[in-house]
């Protein structure tokens, strides 16, 4: 009698395990948390600040793309906001005009703007500063409003990025911390910047304690609305940023996406009906 097993006959195939998501912001944002950030539109038009308005109106679109946010023609942030990027335009400031048109392509992945091809090689040129840890939001905002400029760099360049950030050689705040990392994501979608579960563990801690700052009256703190915009939206945005399996972007505008097995399927932040406009 041949006892010899055959081992590879008997293994039970191993079940796929469901990945988790570090953060989820549809699950994790409250209603009530969804209900401030609109509040804060609310007096954003109100005061007509079209550049606030427009930052947290693209934070809102990263956390959930289903959002019903954006700003058409019609809309009384429209004028403003096409005036300063004429301006910038005009004034060749292009790390002011990628902040604004940024915005814009979040909000709208059809918003464009006309540019000569000067003006684009302009916005090229912002990529020849290298190893400027302080330039990484120009470039993840030059990216998403022109991923046709993007120069390609060595992954050598984007690993000494990487090492300062991880080391946390700016600042040793998880904040800051979570900014450049998603900077990072934004400005070379394709580099896999490390991150470790302490990293997630600091970064919710920020979170959470901004969370907690909001259960306070408003009126007691001067500062509630700056912990809110600043800390609490920011800081989530940033988490969306990193969690995502796979960043793209193209002319068709910024994509998070994520595995089936995590229960995300890809999400495509924009394209919201103009009977939502607000």
């Given at each position: 009698?041949?006892?010899r097993?055959?081992?590879?006959?008997?293994?039970?195939?191993?079940?796929?395990?469901?990945q988790?998501?570090?953060?989820?912001?549809?699950?994790?944002?409250?209603?009530?948390?969804?209900?401030k950030?609109?509040?804060?539109?609310?007096?954003?038009?109100?005061?007509?600040?079209?550049?606030?308005?427009?930052?947290?109106?693209?934070?809102?679109k990263?956390?959930?793309?289903?959002?019903?946010?954006?700003?058409?023609?019609?809309?009384?942030?429209?004028?403003?906001?096409?005036?300063?990027?004429a301006?910038?335009?005009?004034?060749?400031?292009?790390?002011?005009?990628?902040?604004?048109?940024?915005?814009?392509?979040?909000?709208?992945?059809?918003?464009?703007?006309?540019?000569?091809?000067?003006?684009?090689?302009?916005?090229?040129?912002?990529?020849?500063?290298?190893?400027?840890?302080?330039?990484?939001?120009?470039?993840?905002?030059?990216?998403?409003?022109?991923?046709?400029?993007?120069?390609?760099?060595?992954?050598?360049?984007?690993?000494?990025?990487?090492?300062?950030?991880?080391?946390?050689?700016?600042?040793?705040?998880?904040?800051?911390?979570?900014?450049?990392?998603?900077?990072?994501?934004?400005?070379?979608?394709?580099?896999?910047?490390?991150?470790?579960?302490?990293?997630?563990?600091?970064?919710?801690?920020?979170?959470?304690?901004?969370?907690?700052?909001?259960?306070?009256?408003?009126?007691?703190?001067?500062?509630?609305?700056?912990?809110?915009?600043?800390?609490?939206?920011?800081?989530?945005?940033?988490?969306?940023?990193?969690?995502?399996?796979?960043?793209?972007?193209?002319?068709?505008?910024?994509?998070?996406?994520?595995?089936?097995?995590?229960?995300?399927?890809?999400?495509?932040?924009?394209?919201?009906?103009?009977?939502?406009?607000?």
């Open positions: 009698m041949n006892e097993m055959n081992i590879r006959r008997m293994q039970v195939p191993e079940q796929k395990k469901e988790v998501r570090p953060f989820d912001p549809l699950k994790e944002i409250t209603q009530g948390e969804w209900q950030m609109r509040d804060e539109l609310a007096i954003m038009r109100e005061e007509r600040d079209s550049q606030e308005y427009a930052q947290l109106g693209a934070n809102m990263i956390l959930n793309p289903e959002e019903g946010f954006t700003i058409g023609r019609s809309t009384w942030a429209w004028e403003p906001l096409w005036n300063d990027l301006h910038s335009k005009e004034e060749e400031m292009w790390e002011g005009f990628v902040q604004t048109a940024a915005l814009m392509k979040i909000i709208d992945p059809s918003f464009s703007f006309p540019l000569s091809e000067k003006d684009k090689e302009d916005i090229s040129q912002l990529w020849q500063t290298k190893r400027d840890i302080y330039k990484l939001h120009e470039l993840a905002r030059a990216n998403i409003f022109y991923p046709e400029g993007r120069r390609r760099w060595d992954r050598s360049e984007w690993e000494y990025y990487a090492s300062i950030i991880t080391n946390r050689q700016v600042d040793s705040s998880n904040w800051t911390f979570a900014q450049f990392a998603s900077n990072l994501r934004l400005a070379c979608p394709e580099y896999d910047l490390p991150l470790t579960g302490s990293d997630w563990v600091a970064m919710r801690g920020d979170l959470d304690s901004s969370r907690a700052a909001l259960k306070q009256d408003p009126n007691d703190d001067p500062d509630y609305d700056q912990i809110f915009k600043n800390n609490f939206v920011n800081m989530a945005v940033y988490m969306t940023i990193l969690a995502a399996d796979r960043i793209e972007i193209t002319d068709e505008g910024l994509q998070l996406i994520n595995s089936p097995e995590s229960k995300n399927l890809q999400t495509k932040v924009g394209a919201i009906p103009d009977s939502l406009q607000l």
